[in-house]
């Protein structure tokens, strides 16, 4: 698939952003071993996300591949991961800024997702980060949805729950990780270091 410029531009922006979250991202210790997966949207058709398979804190460029919003990679004999169908359900939900996607695996959003089915934030300077730029007197809610390993019956879940409270700035799979987005690859970036350093603070308190 030939991309136009700005396109081609932009695909490569995020490219490199992603590359570096990954390396950010394993570096803190949140996506362990092959853990997590990273996309950006790059049109009203398609993405660009990480292959299956391989280590996120040490991505290479050939370590992508461009997929439509069906999940079907645009060059034979690649393969998309196994939770692409969690991407594409943000990109096709209609939902307002979502141009990028992040998973990620800590020890805190993996903890706290086995504990409880909801995550309550309060009176964090961080939350102001999150999409929708909540005050920190508002109280954000992370939903946690139970896990299930198929990916089109959790991803249906997730719709409808996210449909229902569009201001869900992310969401936890128990015992699995965060998702989170924003607007690019930088901003949900952003998101993602705001909320694992909120989730490592309210584990901290759970433990006291």
Not at 77 to 101: D, K, M, N, W
Not at 123 to 132: C, T
Not at 136 to 144: A, E, R
Not at 170 to 193: C, F, M, N, P
């Amino acid at each position: 698939m030939k991309h136009d410029p700005a396109t081609a531009a932009a695909m490569a922006t995020g490219i490199r952003a992603m590359i570096e979250a990954g390396r950010l991202f394993h570096q803190r210790g949140w996506v362990p071993a092959t853990g997590g997966n990273f996309s950006q949207r790059l049109d009203d058709q398609h993405m660009v996300i990480t292959a299956s398979g391989g280590h996120k804190g040490e991505l290479t460029e050939d370590q992508f591949l461009v997929a439509d919003l069906e999940g079907r990679p645009l060059e034979p004999g690649r393969r998309t991961s196994y939770e692409t169908g969690l991407h594409l359900q943000l990109y096709r939900s209609g939902l307002p800024g979502i141009g990028a996607v992040l998973h990620t695996h800590s020890i805190a959003n993996t903890v706290l997702s086995r504990r409880f089915d909801r995550i309550t934030l309060q009176g964090y300077e961080l939350q102001k980060v999150l999409p929708g730029r909540p005050d920190p007197s508002q109280t954000v809610h992370l939903p946690v949805f139970e896990n299930d390993q198929d990916i089109a019956r959790l991803a249906a879940r997730v719709d409808r729950a996210l449909k229902a409270t569009p201001e869900t700035p992310a969401y936890l799979i128990a015992g699995h990780g965060l998702y989170a987005w924003g607007e690019s690859v930088a901003a949900a970036r952003h998101a993602v270091e705001a909320l694992e350093f909120m989730l490592a603070c309210h584990l901290e308190e759970q433990t006291r």
